[in-house]
């Protein structure tokens, strides 16, 4: 029985040539999503652990004011977890000049000396080599590479130190250049000390721990911090501290995307099983006649499911590789930015993975919907194709409304399409209403609470913004990092508004509880709050760069975007006391039609240092664009599904159909009349699937999303008016091109052949 | 007898290529005036059906020509022919072939609604319901009529437009005895000084009833 299930398989694929290929355009089209997802998701999910592996990242980067290494060993090697510990002196910033690409380029940059036996500690070399001890080496990082052009080989200049690139490095403990404000460059710690230091001592800053056993880090960094006396400065960053350092520039979108896969995925699953079970209905007439001959439904489902596995194959197999073609550049970037690393190669396991899922689901929507109709009695299976009976007689018989009762007559198989085009046009809105507020949070500020546009800082700052025409408010503005005081590894920083804060700063939205409002209460961001298991009525004690500690009484819970969520908010006094040394910055709120460059020029005029507020990203610009970009991207791809599945539907619909269409022909309807029948049908399926899009979207996709990425708080991932007219036009276009197409196609037949059978 | 208002000439189709080629109509010349009924009989698979088709520019000949009220159907673009087709042709199907989704009224409507001649055409559609006693059966969908009721209705859609032609294929084919010479009757009186029937058929009291009688054979016409 299998060999006459492949035989007619076989016989299905040679004898409906066009419908092949169309099936098989859904397959490429579903692949591109499914190769798109997992690229994407597989990418940036694995992609910090990746890059720590390469690099060797340390367990603990113990960071201090500057002191000589006997004293910072003598303080650190006895601790009975440690493994080995590597020492570096970081000096920034340090004047930069680099020759590349036919151009002088000049900056600041982070010098890093490193011990020479510990040259590769934490780095990921990209290309070139390593520090080898001879004079004149220096490894760059590769976001500064990438945005100057530097090769090995390219002469290099910080402050008196001159030589040349030998290595481009991703050390995964930060974010990359231009994320990060100055980018990373390795020198011997002789070379560091002797040209640029220009002192004999050897002193150091940081200290690289290795441990012996990474699940006791708690208890190590308590040990360090108790023997940490004489050692002034002390802040611990960990692998987790590490990750969501990095998680503060790339953590929401990288969820997001992460988010953004499983939807894709689902909607494509959803799509294969309309078109399968379109294909296989529109056929019972056929399957009757093989039941008639012999073929036992079981061995029928295995036919069609095998008939349509061969042509999902290949063109799954196609449409993964182009998905993923179309979206590595735009991962790659991503990944850059964010220090981790792109898969060393193609990601095959996962994307024959997917094929092979396509595949499946394939058969499974062809078999089963075969099988299905193949166990029916072989006598109600012969009549044929089920013609559905009308539901009431119709009101006119205009070609656009007997489109759409044609339509309607299937009110399962609409029902299916209608739901995946639903899922596929929910996933566009989703990812267009993405877009829409990452542009808005880095460009507008107010978008996350924030009403200020600049930021000033100087002598005298607060007076000086306040008296300059053009600023509405000004208010003083402290941030100051520190750790969690119960577990040394969880980072987190503290933001405080001075007098007139309110003017500048509305607050960031609450999630629970209430504000806080005395000097020694604090909101918390939902970050943080999970994180370190904080409720309204908890207690934060929080460790502040320079070693002091302060303790606040959560009142509230926040939404906070920005740095993984882990933000707290207190009072200007608590702050300062627990921080004295750190200065306040001022945020400076511009009146209304007053051009914020403009008001920047007149604070600089007044000599204050002035920054663009960026909202979400700061200095971050290019990389919002990349994920703005790659979320474009998928929703262009994912449109051009929704397009084949309005195409398919009407496909069918056509072949079921053929007859009234015949008819209609001889009557003397004109094509366009019968491009306006087709159009009644895919009007009558949007009618159905953009309503159900905009549920979805609002109950389930994005609710869906905003829950992998809860720590953020509640997205407000809502579709913009503009957006919503933008989606349903362009899907109006699509059922009058895939109706004028189909219709095209249905006037060129003879009205003989479509009253015999298309 | 009035001016020809169908002539075919040299008419051929082919079916197949190359070595399975088959004529399925052979050179067929034919002309008929309005005001005539023309019954076209012959057995099974004698190109009949066919021939209709191509009278009625359902499918175009592999040569010659057909010129329906003057107009080529043989040639010209699919929107035109079907703008003419609804003006002047009626057509009725063995199998009735009314559209399942539409009750019987609209199925009779369907040409008027594709020519946007509602107005004038609704009160046409009805009298032609009372004409052939199917009034009642208006507002009933095609698969709550019976065959006879059916075919009425067909037949009311095929004359909605007020045509100069009328082609019929096998209008008794599918229906009782009773029903047929019901339907034979209304064919009769659809012959007008203004409009030509012609029938393709197997009913030979029906045949009996055309002014001209022409027999198919193996694709080629042939007066009785």
Do not use: Q
């Given at each position: 029985m299998l060999s006459a299930a492949v035989v007619r398989a076989l016989g299905g694929l040679r004898s409906r040539p066009g419908a092949t290929l169309a099936a098989a355009a859904g397959l490429v089209l579903a692949g591109v999503l499914a190769g798109t997802a997992t690229t994407t998701g597989i990418a940036l999910a694995t992609g910090f652990d990746r890059a720590q592996r390469a690099a060797g990242t340390a367990d603990v980067i113990a960071r201090f004011d500057e002191v000589e290494r006997d004293a910072a060993a003598a303080r650190l090697s006895p601790l009975a977890n440690v493994r080995s510990i590597s020492y570096r002196i970081v000096v920034r910033p340090v004047d930069l000049a680099a020759f590349a690409d036919g151009e002088v380029q000049f900056g600041t940059a982070e010098v890093n000396g490193v011990e020479l036996e510990h040259a590769d500690d934490g780095l990921a070399l990209v290309a070139g080599r390593g520090l080898s001890g001879a004079p004149g080496e220096a490894v760059v990082e590769r976001g500064l590479a990438n945005e100057w052009g530097l090769e090995p080989g390219d002469p290099l200049r910080l402050a008196d130190w001159v030589g040349r690139v030998v290595g481009v490095a991703v050390e995964p403990d930060n974010v990359a250049f231009p994320l990060a404000a100055r980018p990373r460059v390795y020198l011997l710690d002789s070379d560091v000390r002797g040209d640029i230091l220009r002192t004999g001592a050897t002193a150091v800053n940081a200290a690289y721990l290795h441990l012996i056993a990474p699940d006791r880090l708690p208890e190590t960094l308590v040990q360090a911090r108790a023997a940490s006396y004489g050692v002034t400065g002390l802040t611990f960053t960990t692998r987790a501290g590490v990750r969501a350092l990095v998680d503060e520039a790339g953590g929401l979108v990288g969820g997001l995307l992460i988010a953004f896969a499983v939807v894709a995925l689902l909607a494509a699953g959803a799509m294969l099983a309309a078109a399968g079970h379109a294909r296989v209905t529109a056929e019972v007439g056929t399957i009757g006649a093989l039941r008639a001959l012999g073929f036992a439904p079981l061995g029928l489902a295995a036919s069609y499911a095998i008939e349509a596995m061969l042509v999902a194959l290949p063109a799954a197999a196609i449409g993964v590789t182009l998905g993923a073609f179309l979206v590595r550049g735009a991962t790659a970037d991503l990944l850059g930015g964010l220090n981790e690393l792109a898969p060393p190669g193609p990601l095959w396991p996962a994307h024959a993975a997917a094929i092979a899922v396509i595949a499946l689901l394939a058969g499974l929507a062809a078999g089963w919907p075969a099988f299905a109709a193949a166990r029916r009695p072989v006598v109600a299976t012969l009549r044929g194709r089920v013609v559905a009976p009308p539901r009431g007689p119709a009101a006119t018989a205009r070609p656009i409304v007997v489109g759409a009762r044609l339509a309607l007559a299937r009110p399962g198989r609409l029902a299916v399409s209608a739901i995946a085009v639903a899922a596929a046009v929910a996933t566009i809105l989703l990812l267009l209403a993405l877009a829409r507020f990452l542009i808005d949070a880095q460009r507008e500020p107010s978008a996350i609470g924030e009403r200020y546009s600049l930021v000033a800082r100087g002598r005298d700052a607060l007076e000086l913004a306040r008296g300059t025409p053009g600023v509405a408010a000004a208010a003083e503005r402290l941030q100051v990092r520190g750790v969690d005081g119960f577990d040394l590894a969880e980072p987190l920083t503290l933001v405080a508004f001075g007098p007139g804060g309110e003017s500048v700063f509305a607050g960031r939205p609450l999630l629970e509880g209430r504000r806080a409002r005395a000097r020694n209460e604090v909101e918390v961001g939902r970050g943080l709050a999970q994180s370190l298991g904080l409720a309204p009525g908890g207690r934060l004690l929080a460790l502040l760069e320079g070693g002091s500690e302060v303790r606040l009484r959560v009142t509230g819970v926040v939404q906070e975007l920005g740095s993984d969520g882990r933000v707290a908010y207190t009072s200007l006094a608590a702050l300062r006391a627990a921080a004295p040394g750190e200065r306040p910055e001022v945020a400076v709120r511009a009146a209304s039609g007053v051009a914020i460059a403009e008001l920047a020029d007149r604070l600089e005029a007044r000599g204050l240092r002035v920054q663009r507020?960026?909202?979400?990203a700061p200095a971050g610009a290019p990389f919002v664009d990349t994920i703005v970009a790659l979320l474009r991207v998928v929703a262009l791809v994912t449109g051009l599904v929704c397009g084949a599945i309005v195409l398919l539907s009407l496909l069918v619909l056509a072949r079921e159909r053929a007859e009234t269409i015949g008819i209609m022909r001889a009557a003397g309807a004109r094509p366009a009349q019968i491009m306006a029948l087709l159009t009644g049908a895919s009007l009558a399926l949007l009618a159905i699937a953009l309503p159900l899009a905009y549920l979805l979207e609002r109950v389930l996709f994005g609710p869906l999303v905003s829950g992998l990425v809860e720590r953020y708080g509640a997205l407000p991932l809502v579709p913009a008016p503009l957006d919503l007219a933008l989606v349903v036009a362009a899907f109006l276009v699509v059922a009058l091109l895939t109706a004028a197409a189909t219709g095209r196609r249905l006037s060129r037949l003879a009205i003989v052949d479509l009253l015999r059978d298309v | 007898m009035g001016d020809p208002v169908i002539s075919a000439r040299g008419l051929v189709r082919v079916h197949g290529s190359g070595s399975a080629a088959r004529a399925i109509v052979s050179d067929v010349d034919l002309d008929v005036a309005t005001g005539e009924l023309v019954a076209i009989v012959g057995p099974s698979g004698s190109g009949k059906s066919t021939l209709l088709h191509l009278l009625a520019g359902f499918d175009r000949p592999t040569s010659g020509t057909v010129t329906v009220a003057g107009r080529r159907?043989?040639?010209?673009s699919e929107s035109a022919r079907s703008r003419f087709r609804s003006a002047n042709i009626g057509f009725v199907f063995q199998s009735f072939r009314l559209v399942p989704e539409l009750d019987a009224f609209q199925n009779a409507m369907l040409p008027v609604r594709l020519a946007r001649d509602a107005s004038a055409g609704r009160s046409r559609v009805e009298e032609l319901f009372e004409r052939l006693g199917i009034a009642d059966c208006a507002r009933r969908l095609p698969s709550q009529l019976s065959g006879g009721e059916q075919q009425r209705v067909a037949i009311a859609r095929a004359l909605a437009m007020e045509p100069q032609v009328l082609l019929a294929d096998e209008p008794t084919g599918n229906l009782d005895e009773s029903s047929g010479a019901g339907v034979m009757g209304v064919l009769r009186a659809a012959v007008t000084p203004d409009r030509a029937v012609v029938v393709v058929t197997h009913d030979a009291a029906l045949a009996e009833g055309a002014a001209r009688i022409l027999r198919m054979r193996d694709g080629i016409l042939t007066a009785c």
């Open positions: 507020n960026a909202g979400l | 159907l043989d040639s010209g």
